[in-house]
């Protein structure tokens, strides 16, 4: 027997089933029948495992367990759609692209509550699965992809990069937390949580049990196509699963009925939707359409009405934010509500809670804003039972006891210590956070427990905890690894771009928007510090509010401190323009020894701006280490971990020009 000529009958042989049976719903062999052709193709693989190819359906089981995600640079940024909530604001779509384009179709596509992926094949065979991430930088994800069936491992020899949404279809959801049940684990909240916590797994084999899926929806391709319709055919065609829910609408009148038909019916699909997405369905307008910033123009998503549910309101407590606003929050008897099991929902302010007359042991009517984030909008005063009792607004905080203060013409009352614990835990926390210095392995629950361990007590510590390793190892619920990983993390963030920095110092009215166009504009920390208001207030998207508390911020001597404690500790201080490709995007670079051609600095400057990270340790995760003259032991490690060692003369041969 041809042994190689066997192994790749049966991966076509079990490729094509696993395309009958998960993408069409017509399986034309038995379940028993399949398992012989997988457990033959295991055991050739085993006994021959050079002859083992990349397409094999055998990595569908999983594999290798990773360290970290890698981070993957996305050739055109995966864009997100603006948002519309009702009849209005579709018409007012409409009408703006007949503004441009006055004879067109629609393309209706049901959205899909999961998260974006990107697909990239050459020559047909998948090599590369990415998060959609920031929209320029997402995680390498390939390994788990892989072990979607739907995902085709191997397609006609061509190179194309396609885009979807990974999903956890509702009876894999139910079976996944009955089995955390009763394993005593907690169930997840949503469909969507457990699709995004499943995908991110560094075991495969995890995300294998899982079940997920996947519709795909957009094709980039050499071969051009006239209408979004006929790419969607193609997807189909390549054996990818599209949603045969779509629909072709000459106007947005049949726009609308599609949209009233399934906010109507949503619920007896197999999996959860959030929404509408409507295209225009003649691709070669899309220039002419144009784009903004973050949207295309020529698109737009429908979100559904929020459902809404009643419960009990049983307590109304006090969060104290970053900025020191205090925040009623409704501690309520746990509901189900789209999916997610809520027991908080914001109450917003005073003002908010007496002008709907909200009370303790009411019941209330509580729905999802945006979908997102619970919140109680009305009572049901007719269940009143006299046991209600009516709120009274907090004099102190709840935390410091300080006297808090209601500025005139502003809802919130605040917490004016700024030495609150509470404020600067969460000032941390935010500093920390994915749309700020984005220190992933460092979340909510780690920060609190450093900051009550007394390890961090302001932003500057986190970049001295790599001072207390030894100590930190010692710690509940941490280790040597899980320490490394969050060092390695915060050390990485040095890098970020100035608008992360400027975000995540918390400025109050200062949003990750505002953070880009400021740094955009005056491009360093120290411009921005001198800033007059005039200059802040010239800024597109910074008004007189913003500016103001832009120099008040900076009029501070704590906060200028600050600035130098974190220019010590070597994070960038500049704005630079995205990467958008270079030979060392996402890869760790190590320095070590005396570079003759460069300064430690330009040496760093140059792998930044190629995408690369420098950092200062050298593990299994490091890349590259770069040497000089007397290299020291970070070479000699290197060499023992397998990591590839370069010169200064291989270094100028990478970076070209």
């Not at 490709?581 to 670079?589: H, N, S, V």
């Amino acid at each position: 027997m041809d042994i190689k000529q066997r192994i790749h009958d049966l991966i076509n042989q079990i490729e094509k089933c696993n395309y009958e049976y998960y993408t069409l719903d017509n399986p034309t062999i038995s379940d028993f029948e399949y398992d012989k052709l997988m457990v033959e193709l295991i055991d050739l693989e085993e006994k021959y495992p050079h002859l083992k190819q990349e397409e094999s359906p055998t990595s569908r089981i999983g594999g290798k367990i990773l360290d970290k995600f890698t981070k993957i640079y996305h050739d055109k940024p995966m864009m997100s759609l603006s948002n519309a909530f009702n009849e209005a604001d579709l018409r007012h779509f409409d009408k703006k692209i007949k503004k441009v384009v006055s004879e067109l179709s629609y393309v209706c596509e049901l959205k899909i509550d999961g998260l974006s992926v990107s697909l990239k094949y050459e020559k047909g065979i998948l090599k590369q699965g990415a998060t959609r991430g920031d929209g320029v930088i997402g995680e390498d994800i390939t390994r788990n992809v892989k072990t979607i069936k739907t995902i085709p491992l191997k397609t006609k020899d061509c190179d194309f990069e396609i885009r979807g949404e990974i999903f956890m279809p509702l009876n894999s959801f139910k079976q996944l937390n009955d089995e955390r049940l009763e394993a005593n684990e907690e169930p997840f909240t949503n469909p969507r949580n457990a699709a995004a916590g499943s995908i991110r797994q560094l075991d495969s084999k995890i995300t294998a049990k899982r079940n997920l899926d996947a519709f795909l929806y957009n094709l980039e391709a050499e071969e051009k196509f006239s209408y979004q319709s006929e790419a969607l055919d193609k997807m189909k065609e390549l054996g990818f699963k599209i949603n045969k829910e779509y629909k072709i609408c000459k106007n947005i009148e049949e726009v609308l009925e599609y949209i009233n038909y399934w906010t109507e019916n949503r619920n007896s699909l197999d999996y959860e939707i959030d929404g509408i997405v409507i295209k225009v369905n003649e691709l070669e307008n899309y220039e002419k359409i144009g784009y903004t910033v973050k949207y295309p123009k020529w698109a737009i998503a429908y979100k559904f009405p929020a459902t809404v549910v009643e419960t009990k309101l049983l307590d109304i407590v006090f969060q104290v934010g970053r900025t020191g606003s205090i925040t009623p929050v409704a501690e309520l008897q746990p509901v189900l509500v789209q999916g997610s099991m809520i027991s908080r929902a914001t109450l917003h302010n005073e003002d908010y809670i007496k002008d709907r007359d909200i009370r303790i042991n009411d019941y209330v009517k509580l729905r999802k804003a945006g979908d997102v984030i619970p919140e109680v909008f009305e009572i049901n005063k007719e269940a009143r039972s006299g046991q209600e009792k009516p709120f009274i607004m907090i004099k102190e905080c709840p935390k410091c006891k300080t006297t808090l203060v209601r500025n005139e013409n502003e809802a919130d009352y605040y917490c004016l210590n700024e030495y609150c614990e509470e404020r600067v835990v969460n000032s941390i926390i935010h500093f920390a956070s994915r749309k700020a210095m984005n220190i992933d392995t460092l979340g909510d629950k780690i920060i609190i427990q450093l900051f009550m361990e007394g390890y961090i007590k302001s932003i500057t510590d986190l970049y001295l905890l790599k001072n207390h390793e030894n100590e930190l190892i010692t710690l509940d619920r941490m280790g040597k690894k899980k320490v490394q990983n969050i060092l390695e993390a915060i050390e990485i963030s040095k890098t970020n771009n100035l608008d992360r920095l400027m975000f995540g110092l918390g400025i109050r009215h200062v949003g990750s928007k505002v953070s880009t166009a400021i740094c955009k504009n005056l491009k360093t920390m120290d411009t921005i510090i001198n800033a007059s208001f005039e200059e802040l207030n010239s800024i597109d998207d910074v008004g007189e509010i913003i500016a103001k508390s832009v120099t008040e911020y900076f009029s501070k001597g704590k906060n200028i401190d600050l600035i130098n404690q974190l220019k010590e500790n070597g994070l960038n201080m500049e704005y630079k323009n995205a990467v958008k490709a270079g030979i060392f995007l996402g890869k760790r670079i190590v320095l070590t020894g005396t570079l003759e051609k460069f300064t430690r600095d330009e040496a760093k400057k140059i792998i930044e701006e190629l995408g690369g990270n420098v950092t200062n340790s050298v593990s299994k995760k490091t890349d590259y280490v770069l040497t000089g003259s007397s290299p020291g032991n970070k070479k000699d490690k290197a060499l023992e971990l397998g990591v590839q060692v370069i010169d200064e003369e291989k270094f100028l041969e990478m970076i070209g020009d």
